[in-house]
């Protein structure tokens, strides 16, 4: 059943995007060029079954083409996240946000008001005020992603509404704040980290009781910045904007994006890491969230790293910063938590609750294709939330190994090293609860939580994108995994591979054909699957690899299974080498006709108990069974992602 939620993106300045495009000879060119390519992203991205509206005539579908405004109206299916909740009935003016600074209220205070890199110790929040930029504007905004705040939609067309969300004004009731955290990068501690270019106005309570807390990516300089400037640009900016609000349209937990700013302000960045920096416009986004405490902020404690030598900028002073950080999360997020008495005790049910979260979004991850890239335990939210979108990357072509950041040189933060290395993550936050949860306990809470559940989430959506609704049976896993391997060994595009599955029927064959030359195109020439499988090591230097010791492989940020994944490369490499174009087409048939047989067997045991009565009542059953299963199955399985060529 659709949601009756419809989502509202508005793309206010076109100007501020020429600075993307320099290249182009007319500035009439560049504005046709992002006005389309963003229309594009907005029209497609935020849905999984969805039609435009004209704002006139809502309930007239019209085609994009003829769409002749800036606003677009997205009407979604429901997905995995609570599509249901109450907008906020009542509206506010900036002037009267309801702020209710509860971080500020609940967490010890950096005396130290002035705003300069430092090492902060026995604090966790640090007053922090925005730095002005010049002439801010507004590019783009999200109507739902502001209705979580309850701000008039009156308001966005006030002069003062940029300067507010650019941090230039400070909005009435709001304080300023940037946190300390730490966190543990590419496997090492790092020591103090901390917002370096995020501040918080502060959180708010919404008319429906909802706290959310607003934070500015972009905003300047904190304590925290250490050689950075704090500033963020239009191009990331925008990429941050885009996705944080697809992936909750895609059903996954994440941080809302709610506007988009961008200002004549400059800042020198080298875009392709080149040697040849250019100047870009500083931009902020206005990141929404209940909260954006992190695995890290736990770790401010940590006495000295046996490896980095580096320590929490508050070691020793746990008892006085520990209790109350745990207080504020589970009083204001975990209340049923909350209301345990015993530390003891209450620490281990937080702990097991936010691995059964952060099982459930890796999960939701892995289904899309999406690539977060810089998994550090000071970027794993304690609410399970998808935060800090930087070198993300949704996968085109399948491929198990694939790194969307660029400096992850050893494949830490791959696609298929997702789930391990969340699961490392929790390791590392339930050795920061050790004060209170002895470190036998948080093992088998892991254990118990994480290393059951995953699985299970996992396969649970990976059935509901194949449409296998009424039974479970224990050899879905292997369907899945043979799907994944056909999806590799083809080089199909995991998106539209999984769309294209939409079509299967359980009884009509007669598309057969059709569906398997659409799965055979999805796949790359093997010239092109060599290069997507990245740099190739030689066996002799993977046979030195070998011999070396394990745990210092990982200590320099090399995965567990690092020789194994590469010997596999280079096999297959090898492979691509002797292989011609029509020999790989013939065996991309070949396994896409074996794998969508076993897929029609399986699909009739969702059928199988509907055989009793007449012809016609079991022909009418099945018609209604398959046309819920397509109709699950194309709400799960979305037709357009945010592909790393769109932004």
Same mark, same amino acid.
């Given at each position: ?418 789930? %391990? +290395?969340?699961?490392?993550? /929790? #390791? ?5 609860? &050790? !004060?209170?949860? $002895?470190?036998?306990?948080? *093992? ?119 020789? %194994? +994944?590469?010997?596999?490369? /280079? #096999? ?5 080498? &002797? !292989?011609?174009? $029509?020999?790989?087409?013939? *065996? ?60």
């Amino acid at each position: 059943m659709a949601s009756d939620r419809v989502c509202t993106f508005r793309l206010v300045s076109l100007e501020s995007y020429l600075v993307l495009f320099p290249s182009f000879g007319c500035e009439w060119c560049c504005e046709y060029m992002m006005r389309t390519i963003f229309a594009f992203m907005l029209k497609n991205l935020f849905q999984r079954h969805a039609y435009i509206r004209s704002l006139e005539s809502p309930r007239k579908q019209i085609s994009f083409s003829s769409y002749p405004h800036n606003t677009i109206h997205i009407q979604k299916m429901e997905t995995t996240q609570d599509m249901t909740r109450v907008i906020p009935s009542e509206k506010y003016t900036l002037d009267r946000l309801p702020f209710d600074n509860c971080v500020i209220k609940d967490l010890p205070n950096d005396p130290q008001t002035k705003n300069y890199v430092r090492a902060v110790r026995g604090a966790i929040v640090s007053i922090t005020p925005p730095t002005p930029c010049v002439n801010p504007r507004l590019v783009s905004f999200s109507v739902p992603a502001l209705d979580l705040l309850g701000i008039d939609p009156s308001e966005v067309a006030k002069p003062e509404f940029a300067e507010y969300f650019s941090g230039n004004k400070i909005l009435p009731g709001s304080t300023p704040i940037s946190l300390c955290y730490c966190g543990h990068q590419f496997g090492n501690f790092a020591g103090q980290l901390g917002d370096g270019r995020a501040i918080s106005l502060g959180d708010l309570i919404n008319s429906t009781g909802e706290r959310w807390e607003i934070q500015l990516k972009g905003a300047g300089p904190t304590p925290y910045s250490r050689q950075a400037d704090g500033r963020a640009v239009l191009r990331s900016s925008i990429r941050e904007f885009l996705c944080s609000e697809a992936m909750f349209h895609l059903g996954i937990a994440t941080t809302r994006a709610g506007t988009l700013i961008t200002s004549d302000s400059l800042v020198v960045r080298d875009i392709l890491y080149d040697g040849h920096p250019r100047q870009e416009a500083v931009s902020i986004v206005s990141r929404i969230a209940p909260s954006f405490i992190r695995f890290g902020s736990f770790e401010i404690f940590k006495p000295m790293d046996p490896m980095t030598g580096r320590e929490g900028p508050s070691v020793g002073l746990g008892v006085k910063l520990f209790i109350p950080l745990l207080n504020h999360v589970t009083s204001r997020f975990y209340p049923d938590i909350h209301a345990i008495e015993d530390h003891e005790e209450r620490i281990a049910k937080l702990y097991a609750e936010i691995c059964t979260r952060t099982a459930k979004v890796v999960a939701d991850w892995q289904c899309v294709g999406f690539c977060h890239g810089v998994l550090n335990t000071d970027n794993m939210s304690i609410l399970g939330l998808t935060i800090d979108y930087g070198p993300f990357g949704f996968m085109d072509t399948f491929n198990p190994e694939y790194i969307c950041n660029r400096s992850d040189e050893h494949g830490r933060y791959s696609y298929q090293a997702q789930p %391990e +290395i969340c699961r490392w993550n /929790l #390791e590392k936050l339930g050795e920061a609860f &050790r !004060m209170l949860l $002895p470190q036998s306990d948080a *093992q088998k809470i892991l254990e118990q939580t994480f290393d059951v559940l995953y699985p299970k989430f996992y396969l649970e959506e990976m059935r509901r994108k194949l449409g296998l609704l009424r039974l479970q049976l224990d050899s879905d896993h292997e369907l899945v995994s043979s799907l994944f391997q056909t999806m590799r060994d083809c080089g199909s595009d995991m998106t539209n591979t999984f769309r294209t599955l939409c079509q299967v029927s359980i009884t009509d064959t007669s598309r057969d054909t059709d569906i398997l030359s659409k799965l055979v195109d999805q796949g790359v020439n093997p010239s092109k699957m060599k290069v997507q499988l990245g740099k190739i090591i030689s066996r002799v230097q993977l046979e030195r690899f070998s011999q070396a010791d394990p745990a210092m492989l990982e200590l320099m940020g090399f995965p567990r299974n690092f020789v %194994e +994944i590469h010997m596999q490369k /280079l #096999e297959r490499a090898e492979m691509y080498d &002797r !292989m011609t174009i $029509p020999e790989k087409q013939e *065996q991309d048939r070949a396994r896409w006709t074996e794998w969508i047989g076993k897929y029609r067997e399986r699909l009739q045991l969702e059928i199988q108990v509907e055989n009793s009565g007449s012809a016609e009542e079991v022909k009418t059953r099945i018609e209604i069974i398959e046309a819920e299963r397509r109709e699950i199955m194309r709400t799960r399985n979305p037709k357009f992602v945010l592909r790393n060529y769109m932004a």
